[in-house]
């Protein structure tokens, strides 16, 4: 920790795992140990590869023709792009639970700022694992955590953690980590600057790091030669900048949770039915959004998922409305000794709260469950999370 209590190293960047390949295959223990690619046809190129299929050579972006001369024992699996959507979402929902300075990169990858979130979870290495529990619980798929000062070590971080691993770079370690690193390692180096930098005789970071910087600008311009001699020494400047991805539009809330052990019992699935509806509405008021749909997810003790939805008359911000659709949702499964390994709630449809205009009902109470909601944000607001909350979830 520095001397103001921030943390030395406040920077997570997070990547999944062969993300397409990892959620295309979670489902199917039968592909686990064996090469996967996940693409288009004979004549498309591969979207992702398995760690099994990448041992041949197969690469993202590689001409499917190519990548089965190089691994023809390989299976081909189309691609659900529906599915990686929801997956994505909802680990990027996981990320904001954690921190709301989430920049997202792609649909696998994003930069967290986790220095206000220290005093409640722990220190930044100990965020990165109880984010990796939650994904690898939550979703079934693995992802590799880079922890440092800076955003663009952090990304190198990363990559050296793969898979499903964590590298936290001090401070005071960060140029023994970078300087022996290939300068095509170097985040914003294509293959033509590096060649164009090997060709200088600049092989390394390090080699980079210890060239007179009025050198390096003259030998490749000045704006590449400040840019690299900064990235050289970890000493970028960039933040992060809160950000969604182009293929995750802020139209939907939701917060899932695995059991300690797998449960068949309703009233225990109904509780954290009730909690997770708490959470999610509570969300959507700090947010100033409402929605109409509701949408359950439920995870089988074999890994089965399944989802179901119910779009209400009217969009709404108030618990009970959410917990009520999500209980019968559940209840409609049938589910009777089937055991669940995880639950979800997430309310679909968002639009603005001022937007919405509540049908009256003759003879209904001046003061509801809305009113209820807003009490208890007061209350929670002024004395924490803990303060108040549905009697039925005090342990």
Do not use: N
């Not at 005789?201 to 980079?208: A, I, N, P, Q, S």
Request: glycine share 8%.
């Amino acid at each position: 920790m520095t001397s103001a209590g921030a943390p030395a190293t406040p920077i997570l960047h997070v990547d999944m795992d062969a993300f397409y390949a990892s959620v295309a295959t979670r489902d199917r223990p039968d592909l686990w140990e064996v090469p996967v690619i996940v693409g288009g046809g004979s004549r498309g190129v591969v979207l992702s590869a398995s760690y099994a299929a990448r041992q041949y050579g197969v690469r993202s972006a590689m001409p499917m023709t190519r990548a089965r001369r190089l691994c023809p024992q390989a299976v081909v699996v189309p691609p659900d792009f529906e599915t990686f959507g929801q997956v994505s979402s909802s680990v990027m929902e996981s990320f904001r639970q954690v921190t709301p300075l989430v920049e997202v990169l792609s649909l696998d990858e994003a930069f967290l700022d986790v220095r206000g979130s220290t005093r409640r979870l722990g220190s930044p290495l100990e965020i990165a694992e109880q984010l990796r529990a939650v994904i690898h619980d939550e979703q079934g798929i693995t992802c590799s955590v880079g922890v440092a000062a800076t955003v663009s070590v952090a990304k190198l971080a990363s990559r050296r953690a793969k898979p499903d691993g964590v590298i936290v770079v001090p401070p005071e370690e960060v140029t023994s980590f970078l300087h022996p690193l290939d300068v095509g390692e170097l985040w914003g180096v294509g293959e033509k600057t590096r060649a164009m930098l090997h060709r200088l005789g600049l092989v390394t970071v390090g080699d980079v790091a210890h060239t007179p910087l009025r050198t390096l600008q003259r030998a490749v311009g000045e704006g590449l030669g400040s840019s690299l001699h900064e990235l050289a020494w970890g000493a970028d400047r960039r933040v992060i900048t809160p950000r969604r991805g182009p293929d995750e539009p802020d139209r939907s809330m939701g917060a899932d949770e695995t059991f300690g052990r797998d449960t068949d019992d309703r009233e225990v699935v109904l509780r954290e039915l009730l909690r997770l509806s708490t959470k999610v509405a509570g969300r959507m008021r700090v947010a100033g959004v409402a929605g109409r749909t509701v949408t359950i997810k439920v995870r089988f003790a074999d890994f089965t998922t399944i989802t179901r939805s119910r779009t209400l008359p009217e969009a709404t911000d108030v618990t009970q409305d959410v917990y009520r659709a999500a209980t019968r949702l559940y209840d409609a499964l049938g589910l009777q000794r089937a055991r669940l390994r995880l639950v979800g709630v997430r309310v679909e449809g968002l639009v603005p709260r001022e937007t919405v205009h509540r049908q009256l009902v003759l003879g209904e109470r001046e003061h509801g469950w809305s009113d209820a909601d807003r009490a208890v944000d007061r209350a929670t607001l002024r004395f924490g999370s803990a303060a108040v909350g549905p009697a039925s979830l005090l342990s």
